[in-house]
């Protein structure tokens, strides 16, 4: 098995994170569209029908509207930070680790909801979420939402599902009879450390942890600490998709945190390969489609947000990626995704789920917490071997 490392991608201009921001006008009407409009996105999120033809939520959206779709994929939220930094880009389907840090260095602009005649049709638990909200503005439309699961390969765990996270923090013997050292993987991005945390918050109560993305000096490092060991077992620090379902199909890799996009697209190959909730529950994400602040395309932009809502849509990302719709009608009458699709994807789950944010200094559940800024620099070291 090939045995390194990547480093954090996409670590400049992104470690800094203000909590207040002034809100600019939104659009006040909408007019013809420009002809174009460019997306960065997660992998799997905009798809054409070019990896699976009955997956395509973009062609037909080109021939009614006439704005050409062109995609750019990020692997990280920090890349996504970088990239709208960078401008040139008229949407993005940022995570909650991302989406605050556009808003308050003022690369997304608040929309008017009224201009979106599906915003009614959304999860009443999305419309108002904290990670695209900010002093009662909306700076964007929900998209989908899911977990971030424990993937293993059935042969090496026995079609045994493992029950804790512990199989990917700590070395121990594996069903198959081997070491787990050299055969799991870890996410490559600062939010990871809340994952530690959530483990932590389980294993060592004593840390008093209330909240993965809140920690104080001590929390913080017992996590740093408990990554550090986790180091000596990673063969791989993840962030691209289409890698890590190599590293399970070709180079040894049996268990790892993962999306479920990777778990559908390997299962409906055949691999052996399934996924689960450990009892220490998940960290995950609620992806918002957010309006750049100097988008070029802004027609085709509303046009795109009020077509990411149909059910139609949603259910057949949701199917595809292994997510959750944020519109609660996609649930049922999408053959891709099936009347128990939503049941199957985690829909009971929302309040189980500890969605990325980004962590800040001033905090909700102590006095002080250890910014985000912090987490950058202290994981790349952790990568490292520092």
Excluded at 210 to 237: C, F, H, S, T
Aim: charged share 25%.
């Amino acid at each position: 098995m090939k045995k390194f490392l990547q480093s954090c991608t996409a670590i400049t201009a992104i470690v800094s994170f203000a909590t207040t921001a002034v809100a600019q006008e939104p659009l006040k009407e909408l007019g013809k569209g420009e002809g174009a409009l460019s997306i960065v996105a997660w992998a799997g999120y905009i798809e054409r029908g070019e990896t699976d033809k009955n997956y395509d939520w973009v062609t037909k959206f080109e021939a009614d509207t006439g704005c050409k779709v062109t995609v750019k994929t990020a692997a990280t939220s920090d890349e996504m930070v970088a990239l709208m930094n960078e401008g040139g880009f008229d949407l993005v389907t940022a995570s909650g680790d991302a989406s605050l840090r556009l808003v308050a260095g003022k690369r997304v602009q608040p929309i008017n909801t009224a201009l979106i005649p599906s915003w009614s049709t959304i999860d009443e638990r999305l419309q108002n979420a904290p990670w695209h909200t900010k002093d009662g503005v909306h700076y964007g439309t929900p998209y989908v939402w899911g977990p971030n699961v424990l993937m293993y390969n059935t042969e090496a765990f026995k079609d045994q599902a493992p029950t804790s996270w512990k199989v990917v923090f700590e070395e121990m013997t594996l069903p198959d009879g081997k070491s787990n050292k050299g055969r799991v993987q870890a996410y490559d991005g600062p939010i990871y450390i809340a994952d530690a945390a959530l483990y932590l918050m389980k294993h060592k109560p004593e840390l008093g942890i209330k909240d993965p993305y809140e920690l104080n000096e001590d929390q913080y490092k017992a996590a740093l600490d408990l990554l550090r060991g986790q180091r000596q077992l990673v063969g791989r620090y993840w962030h691209d998709a289409m890698i890590q379902i190599d590293d399970f199909k070709n180079e040894g890799v049996v268990a790892s945190g993962s999306w479920p996009f990777q778990v559908n697209l390997m299962k409906s190959e055949g691999a052996k390969i399934a996924s689960t909730f450990p009892e220490e529950g998940v960290t995950g994400w609620a992806d918002t489609t957010m309006l750049h602040v100097d988008s070029e395309h802004p027609n085709c932009a509303y046009m795109w947000m009020e077509h990411s809502l149909s059910p139609k849509v949603q259910g057949d990302v949701s199917a595809w990626f292994g997510t959750v719709p944020s519109v609660p009608a996609a649930c049922k009458g999408n053959e891709l995704f099936t009347d128990e699709g939503c049941t199957t994807n985690g829909l009971e789950n929302f309040d189980k789920i500890k969605f990325w944010r980004t962590p800040t200094s001033k905090c909700e559940s102590q006095g002080e917490c250890v910014p985000y800024h912090r987490w950058v620099s202290d994981y790349i070291g952790v990568i490292g071997g520092r």
